[in-house]
């Protein structure tokens, strides 16, 4: 099974032609590739959903998606909600809403729905792996933003370990 996702970009379509935020500068504070600083550079204002929200940065309100994750949709158009999409949401939104977050850029700054791409750090934590690991999310990888794939693959691991050992204590 591959690592990397092979099916097309899932998310929702945009309701129209959409301009994508201008590509977003970041310092090398904003983009080191060690993480975990404790820096913030964002607040997030509002959750869309489980891997998307919207942050104040530098004077701007992007709506940020976060690079190599997927959880379930909860606000596709004309889609029915899926399974523990809401908890997902529920989730992310006790986790970062009004919290002062770090973003973190890889190689594309923005998607095809015009959302900028960032790793989001909530302290020294890195969340689009906590999401993953505590079982809201699934690791999906659109090269070439794979900077955290294998901490990503691992944070998978432990959680499907997890939910097997669960299955066999009941």
């Given at each position: 099974?591959?690592?990397?996702?092979?099916?097309?970009?899932?998310?929702?379509?945009?309701?129209?032609?959409?301009t994508?935020?201008?590509?977003?500068?970041?310092?090398?504070?904003?983009?080191?590739?060690?993480?975990?600083?404790?820096?913030?550079?964002?607040?997030?204002?509002?959750?869309?959903?489980?891997?998307?929200?919207?942050?104040?940065?530098?004077?701007?309100?992007?709506?940020?998606?976060?690079?190599?994750?997927?959880?379930?949709?909860?606000v596709?158009?004309?889609?029915?909600?899926?399974?523990?999409?809401?908890?997902?949401?529920?989730?992310?939104?006790?986790?970062?809403?009004?919290?002062?977050?770090?973003?973190?850029?890889?190689?594309?700054?923005?998607?095809?729905?015009?959302?900028?791409?960032?790793?989001?750090?909530?302290?020294?934590?890195?969340?689009?792996?906590t999401?993953?690991?505590?079982?809201?999310?699934?690791?999906?990888?659109?090269?070439p933003?794979?900077?955290?794939?294998?901490?990503?693959?691992?944070?998978?691991?432990?959680?499907?370990?997890?939910?097997?050992?669960?299955?066999?204590?009941?």
């Amino acid at each position: 099974r591959p690592s990397v996702s092979s099916r097309p970009f899932r998310g929702p379509s945009p309701a129209g032609p959409t301009t994508p935020d201008a590509p977003i500068e970041t310092s090398t504070a904003a983009t080191s590739t060690s993480g975990g600083s404790p820096r913030s550079n964002a607040l997030v204002t509002r959750v869309v959903d489980g891997d998307t929200v919207e942050v104040d940065f530098r004077g701007r309100s992007p709506t940020v998606r976060l690079i190599g994750i997927d959880t379930p949709e909860s606000v596709a158009p004309g889609e029915p909600v899926q399974c523990y999409a809401a908890q997902a949401s529920s989730y992310t939104t006790k986790r970062l809403e009004g919290e002062r977050v770090r973003l973190q850029f890889d190689v594309e700054r923005v998607d095809p729905y015009g959302r900028t791409l960032a790793y989001v750090w909530l302290g020294s934590e890195l969340f689009n792996e906590t999401l993953v690991r505590d079982g809201y999310a699934f690791v999906t990888t659109y090269p070439p933003n794979v900077r955290y794939v294998d901490r990503f693959r691992a944070a998978q691991r432990e959680a499907r370990r997890r939910m097997l050992d669960m299955e066999r204590l009941r």
